[in-house]
Structures are given as C-alpha cells and as structure tokens.
C-alpha cells in the first residue's frame, strides 16, 4: 500500500522502480483503493478476487484437458487450498500471480491444441500481463517453451509458438532493463533479501505444508496417480500412460519452478513460501485427475475424507504480529505531534498502516521514524541523524522488536532520555515493547509537599472529545506511602465538571526513588460544551483528606484546553 500510494499509475510505477517487483499488481491496487477505499477489508478483497479467479481458471483448463466432473474437483480442492486462502487475505500480488499463471497456461493449451486468433491473443494478454505482475511468471513461460519442445506435433508448428513467446518477452522487454538494476540493488538492501528463509529441513516442511498440505502422503499420492491412466475391467486392472502429452505439462509446471526455485536461492535468495503459489494450480489438478483415476466407491470414500480434512484442519498460516494492539498503545497516550520511532524490520510498513488509520491521515505525513530505512539510508552516519532528529524534542515513543544489536537501546540514556513507560505485547512468545523516552530537562512545573516534583505537563484535546493530560514525575525522597493523582477541568466559573482520580500510571508512588523519572496520563471522558477551561493537578493519599500542598494551595493549574 505504501509502495501504492501514487496517486497516479507513472508516480506508482517510477516508485516499484526502487522496489523489487513488477508494477502491474501495485498500479491496480492503486485504482481499488482509489474506488474503494483502503481499508482493511477492501483492500484484501482484491486478492480474495484473484483467488476466485484462479479456481474459474482451474476448472476451465482442467474441464478443457480432462471433463467438466474433473474440472469441479480440481476447482474444489483449489478452493480448500489453504495456502491459496491465507494468501487470498493478504494485500500482496501473489493471487494475482497464480491467476495470470492459470490464464496463461489455459489458453497456451488451447492455442497447441488448435490455434485460433482469440486463444493467441488471449495467451499473449495474460503472459504479459503474468510478467508484469511477478517475475516468477517467466518460470510458466519456460514450461510452456520446454512444452511445446516435447509434444507439440507437427514440428511445423514450433516456429509459430516460440515466435509468440518472443513477442511475449518483447511487450516485457523495457522492464528488463529495470528487473537488472533492481536485481543489483536488491542485494545491497537487508530489509528485502534477508525476508527470506534459509533451506532448511523445517523450510522444507514448511513449503510442503503449504503446497500438499499435513496429509501429504495422500496428496503426493494422488499427484503421482494423476499421471496414470487406470482402466477398471471385469477381469482385472490395466494401469497405462494413455494420455500422458496432456498430463506433461502440469508435471512440468510443478517441477520446474519448484527447482528453480531452490537452484536460484543458493546464489540469490528468494525462497520464501508464498513464491510457490505459482505451481498451487497444477497441484490442484493433478489430485483432481489422480482422484478420477480411483474406482467410484475409493473416490467417494477418499474424497469425503480430503474435504474434511481440509474444512477442519489448516496447513498454511502466519500469526500476524499485533500491530494494531501497538497502535493502539502508542496513540493512547501520546501527545499531539509527538514523534514515534519504529525499530520493527519489514513490518514498520503494518504499523506505519494502522496508526495512519486511527488517526484518519495519510501516514507519509505523520511524524514516523523507521529505524531500518535510516540505517539503510544513511549508514554510518545513522546515529547522528538520528541525534540531530531528536534535538528538539522532550519526548518520543519508540516500537520496537529486537536484539539490540546496534545499541540503539543504549544511545537514548547516553543522550540523555529516561525510558519513563514500557508496554508490551506478544506476538507467540516474542515480545514486541512499546516504550516512551522522556528527556530531564531539569526544570520543574512545581513541588508537592516536600516530595513530589512536577517536571512536564502535555495537554491535548482529542478528536473523540476527550483531554488527555499527560506528567511527568520525579521524586526529591522516597514516598513512605502510595499516593494518588488527582487531574481535574474547572470551568470559566471555577466550577469542577470533570475529574479523573488514580494512581499513577507508572505504579505505586512508594517504589519512587530520588532521580528517576515517572510517566503518568489521565484522560478526561466527559463531553463539554465549547470554551475554554481550566486544568488542575492535585496530589493526595486517600486516608487523608488534605492534598499535599503546592504554592501555598491544594491544587495548580497546569494549563487550559479548549473545546471548539
């Protein structure tokens, strides 16, 4: 969405110039936020599009190579594939990628089959349109070259078909150009090659997973039976290879991707699971012919149990981090205009998404930090951007996910911050922190008895009609007692109309200690009339009926907010 953002298709594609991908998926993801807005739903829906239009794809092609009763199969088990459904709820080019690949390899098979000028265009359409959605689409085209090599007959006719895969490769020529210098750069970026897995035993079953599912040996059973050809005679079985020219080519759409995939990813890493959607089609149908090739009482029986296995069990999927719980966590208490700072790798890209959202704006113009993009940008120089970022400001919350490998942790107190608030959420058994830093300024807004020091007031008026008051507290000797924080608006008149009593959000007053710094915030729910009104703090235990007092009074007034 962010590489989206447009607002037109030129300004998109010169932005996936930088990136790593083709321009297709993001300029029309551009054109559905545009008409439908950028929600969360909506947004995915495109993908939930893409998807269906790959199981209509599947049943057409299968319908067309093996009968209509084999294309509703292959169609249904597509449509339980539960990496195809994780994926179809995802705001990623990936559906997009499967769908192009079934057109084109839908009617590449047609146009060998008899060629036609509608099955021509309609390949040549969908093949490019395939390579400018994702560069593995090339990995279809191969098949079909290598295809056509082995069976199509008259050797009359291959001159004709690979003269179209070149016109397929010319329409994509002027972004090859690009594919090379992103291919270059790609590298050179942590943030995109190290998002991928390392091949490893549990990447392996992963993958595996995610394509044949937990009960693969029945999947991979079928695909293998789906190559054959079982006669059901009165005397007997004859198990033969009839028909093998029109089962060749999903073989070798599976198969060649798949180890190319794993080849190219020991020079240049791109092995992640979702790339192997693209040969998610062929595996449908190859259980959908490996099923038809079972006598009917084994079909039925098998195939209730497939179904139900599939509806009741799921083979593919990511636990999302709680992005929005940490938006959530941030903007409840921060101050107008306040910086937020994210040392979350890739996923700074969700987060940037739903605190744009909360707040109703554009997240390009709130004040965002990606810890990662400066580390990028600016290298060496990274932690005194980073100081010259932060002069001017008292305050900042900070997102972060981490090892602290580069002492980013560290630098704050170094620089003079307090980490005054931590919040955390969890993502299985790994924590994500949400912190806010407060700078000593060394000045005091006043004294409480002789013990509490007041330090920093911050007052916003929220959008939903509440005020939010937010302190910051420090200590001249250890609170023998838990005392409470009393936050009050007072009306032209002096009148009270709101007030929110409670200890203080950084925890009982009595595990205070001389010089350290305590963040508190009370929000005041009441919806007042417009005008202008009156802020006070007071501080008192609750045994007591008498506040501590500051300047010579009960309360002080810290400041105004007013109501439009």
Same mark, same amino acid.
């Given at each position: 969405?962010?590489?989206?953002?447009?607002?037109?298709?030129?300004?998109?594609?010169?932005?996936?110039?930088?990136?790593?991908?083709?321009?297709?998926?993001?300029?029309?993801?551009?054109?559905?936020?545009?008409?439908?807005?950028?929600?969360?739903?909506?947004?995915?829906?495109?993908?939930?599009?893409?998807?269906?239009?790959?199981?209509?794809?599947?049943?057409?092609?299968?319908?067309?190579?093996?009968?209509?009763?084999?294309?509703?199969?292959?169609?249904?088990?597509?449509?339980?594939?539960?990496?195809?459904?994780?994926?179809?709820?995802?705001?990623?080019?990936?559906?997009?990628?499967?769908?192009?690949?079934?057109?084109?390899?839908?009617?590449?098979?047609?146009?060998?089959?008899?060629?036609?000028?509608?099955? /021509? =265009?309609?390949?040549?359409?969908?093949?490019?349109? $395939? @390579?400018?959605?994702? #560069? %593995?689409?090339?990995? !279809?085209?191969?098949?079909?070259?290598?295809?056509?090599?082995?069976?199509?007959?008259?050797?009359?006719?291959?001159?004709?078909?690979?003269?179209?895969?070149?016109?397929?490769?010319?329409?994509?020529?002027?972004?090859?150009?690009?594919?090379?210098?992103?291919?270059?750069?790609?590298?050179?970026?942590?943030?995109?090659?190290?998002?991928?897995?390392?091949?490893?035993?549990?990447?392996?079953?992963?993958?595996?997973?995610?394509?044949?599912?937990?009960?693969? /040996? =029945?999947?991979?059973?079928?695909?293998?039976?789906? $190559? @054959?050809?079982?006669? #059901? %005679?009165?005397?007997? !079985?004859?198990?033969?290879?009839?028909?093998?020219?029109?089962?060749?080519?999903?073989?070798?759409?599976?198969?060649?991707?798949?180890?190319?995939?794993?080849?190219?990813?020991?020079?240049?890493?791109?092995?992640?699971?979702?790339?192997?959607?693209?040969?998610?089609?062929?595996?449908?149908?190859?259980?959908?012919?490996?099923?038809?090739?079972?006598?009917?009482?084994?079909?039925?029986?098998?195939?209730?149990?497939?179904?139900?296995?599939?509806?009741?069990?799921?083979?593919?999927?990511?636990?999302?981090?709680?992005?929005?719980?940490?938006?959530?966590?941030?903007?409840?208490?921060?101050?107008?205009?306040?910086?937020?700072?994210?040392?979350?790798?890739?996923?700074?890209?969700?987060?940037?998404?739903?605190?744009?959202?909360?707040?109703?704006?554009?997240?390009?113009?709130?004040?965002?930090?990606?810890?990662?993009?400066?580390?990028?940008?600016?290298?060496?120089?990274?932690?005194?951007?980073?100081?010259?970022?932060?002069?001017?400001?008292?305050?900042?919350?900070?997102?972060?996910?981490?090892?602290?490998?580069?002492?980013?942790?560290?630098?704050?107190?170094?620089?003079?911050?307090?980490?005054?608030?931590?919040?955390?959420?969890?993502?299985?058994?790994?924590?994500?922190?949400?912190?806010?830093?407060?700078?000593?300024?060394?000045?005091?807004?006043?004294?409480?008895?002789?013990?509490?020091?007041?330090?920093?007031?911050?007052?916003?008026?929220?959008?939903?009609?509440?005020?939010?008051?937010?302190?910051?507290?420090?200590?001249?000797?250890?609170?023998?007692?838990?005392?409470?924080?009393?936050?009050?608006?007072?009306?032209?008149?002096?009148?009270?109309?709101?007030?929110?009593?409670?200890?203080?959000?950084?925890?009982?007053?009595?595990?205070?200690?001389?010089?350290?710094?305590?963040?508190?915030?009370?929000?005041?729910?009441?919806?007042?009339?417009?005008?202008?009104?009156?802020?006070?703090?007071?501080?008192?235990?609750?045994?007591?009926?008498?506040?501590?007092?500051?300047?010579?009074?009960?309360?002080?007034?810290?400041?105004?907010?007013?109501?439009?």
């Amino acid at each position: 969405m962010l590489l989206a953002k447009g607002p037109t298709p030129a300004e998109v594609t010169l932005t996936m110039i930088e990136d790593q991908h083709p321009p297709l998926y993001f300029i029309l993801i551009r054109a559905w936020m545009d008409a439908v807005g950028n929600s969360e739903i909506m947004t995915r829906l495109l993908s939930t599009f893409w998807s269906l239009l790959t199981i209509a794809a599947v049943y057409r092609l299968t319908a067309d190579q093996f009968g209509s009763g084999t294309g509703v199969l292959a169609a249904l088990i597509l449509a339980l594939t539960d990496n195809d459904i994780m994926l179809a709820r995802e705001v990623r080019h990936y559906t997009q990628l499967a769908a192009f690949a079934a057109l084109s390899s839908l009617y590449f098979l047609r146009y060998a089959r008899r060629p036609a000028r509608g099955s /021509g =265009i309609a390949w040549f359409a969908t093949s490019v349109a $395939l @390579l400018y959605t994702h #560069y %593995l689409g090339a990995f !279809v085209l191969l098949v079909q070259g290598v295809y056509a090599l082995l069976c199509l007959r008259p050797f009359r006719r291959l001159p004709d078909v690979f003269f179209r895969l070149a016109l397929i490769g010319s329409a994509w020529l002027p972004w090859a150009f690009v594919f090379i210098n992103q291919a270059l750069v790609r590298y050179t970026r942590p943030r995109i090659f190290q998002s991928t897995y390392a091949q490893t035993p549990d990447t392996l079953a992963m993958v595996r997973g995610d394509l044949v599912g937990s009960h693969f /040996g =029945i999947t991979i059973g079928l695909m293998l039976l789906g $190559l @054959l050809t079982i006669f #059901y %005679l009165k005397d007997g !079985v004859r198990i033969t290879l009839h028909g093998i020219r029109r089962k060749l080519y999903l073989a070798l759409w599976v198969i060649l991707p798949t180890i190319l995939i794993f080849l190219i990813d020991r020079r240049f890493p791109i092995l992640t699971t979702q790339n192997f959607l693209v040969v998610t089609p062929p595996i449908a149908v190859m259980i959908a012919v490996g099923f038809m090739n079972l006598e009917r009482t084994a079909r039925l029986f098998l195939l209730v149990v497939f179904v139900t296995t599939s509806l009741f069990t799921v083979d593919a999927y990511r636990l999302k981090p709680p992005w929005r719980e940490v938006a959530t966590d941030v903007l409840t208490l921060r101050e107008d205009d306040e910086s937020i700072l994210m040392d979350v790798w890739v996923d700074d890209m969700a987060l940037r998404y739903h605190i744009g959202r909360a707040l109703n704006a554009d997240p390009a113009a709130l004040p965002l930090v990606s810890m990662w993009e400066w580390r990028e940008q600016y290298g060496a120089d990274y932690f005194a951007y980073l100081l010259a970022y932060l002069q001017d400001k008292p305050a900042f919350w900070l997102a972060y996910k981490g090892q602290n490998l580069d002492k980013l942790l560290d630098f704050f107190p170094q620089h003079g911050y307090s980490r005054v608030f931590t919040k955390t959420e969890y993502i299985r058994d790994d924590p994500i922190y949400v912190y806010r830093y407060e700078r000593n300024s060394g000045e005091t807004v006043a004294a409480f008895g002789e013990m509490f020091l007041l330090q920093r007031v911050g007052i916003s008026h929220l959008p939903t009609g509440e005020t939010r008051v937010n302190l910051l507290w420090g200590t001249q000797k250890p609170p023998a007692l838990d005392y409470s924080i009393s936050v009050f608006i007072l009306d032209a008149a002096g009148a009270l109309v709101d007030q929110d009593d409670a200890p203080p959000l950084s925890g009982s007053t009595s595990a205070w200690t001389p010089g350290g710094l305590y963040f508190d915030s009370h929000t005041l729910r009441k919806t007042l009339p417009a005008g202008t009104y009156a802020v006070g703090v007071k501080v008192y235990f609750y045994a007591d009926p008498a506040p501590l007092s500051v300047n010579g009074g009960e309360y002080i007034t810290v400041g105004t907010v007013t109501i439009p």
